[in-house]
């Protein structure tokens, strides 16, 4: 997991399971570790489970901020608290909330925003810059189209 990579005095049972449609987003540059999901648009912050070792010592351990469509997180913070399961219910929440097709067309969104802005998936296939693409790239669209045939049947 990259948060042990990118955090390595944060304590690996500390850090919960990313549910359903979450990655691990670990960065060392930021103050905790963090999971996303670009499908619900949902960034949870993860901080360390004792109060003194936390990024500021007036803040929850967990919160979950909005990603915009283009994958940034923005300051709008949805929940904050010390319970995961208030975490997972706020995430059972929006999954029930967000239809599976709306799902992968936020992931789309946040794929093209920076690579292929305001691309559709045959323009993109079709054009120049995809002879170049990297293998990332072409497995992400080979799995969004299996997950897209699985959706639309």
Same mark, same amino acid.
């Given at each position: 997991?990259?948060?042990?990579?990118?955090?390595?005095?944060?304590?690996?049972?500390?850090?919960?399971?990313?549910?359903?449609?979450?990655?691990?987003?670990?960065?060392?540059?930021?103050?905790?570790?963090?999971?996303?999901?670009?499908?619900?648009?949902?960034?949870?912050?993860?901080?360390?489970?004792?109060?003194?070792?936390?990024?500021?010592?007036?803040?929850?351990?967990?919160?979950?901020?909005?990603?915009?469509?283009?994958?940034?997180?923005? *300051?709008?913070? #949805?929940? &904050?608290?010390? !319970?995961?399961? =208030?975490?997972?219910?706020?995430?059972?929440?929006?999954?029930?909330? +967000?239809?599976?097709?709306?799902?992968?067309?936020?992931?789309?969104?946040?794929?093209?925003?920076?690579?292929?802005? *305001?691309?559709? #998936?045959? &323009?993109?296939? !079709?054009?120049? =810059?995809?002879?170049?693409?990297?293998?990332?790239?072409?497995?992400? +669209?080979?799995?969004?189209?299996?997950?897209?045939?699985?959706?639309?049947?």
């Amino acid at each position: 997991m990259a948060f042990q990579t990118e955090f390595p005095n944060f304590p690996a049972d500390a850090f919960p399971a990313p549910p359903d449609t979450f990655r691990d987003a670990s960065w060392h540059n930021d103050g905790q570790p963090s999971m996303v999901s670009e499908a619900l648009l949902m960034h949870i912050q993860c901080d360390h489970p004792d109060v003194e070792l936390r990024e500021s010592d007036d803040r929850s351990r967990f919160r979950i901020l909005l990603l915009d469509l283009e994958g940034c997180v923005t *300051d709008e913070v #949805i929940l &904050e608290t010390d !319970e995961w399961a =208030e975490v997972l219910a706020v995430v059972e929440d929006r999954l029930a909330d +967000v239809s599976p097709l709306e799902q992968l067309s936020n992931e789309w969104r946040i794929f093209t925003a920076s690579r292929y802005p *305001d691309m559709e #998936i045959h &323009e993109l296939v !079709e054009s120049e =810059e995809w002879k170049d693409a990297s293998q990332h790239d072409r497995q992400f +669209v080979a799995d969004f189209l299996e997950r897209l045939e699985a959706v639309e049947s």
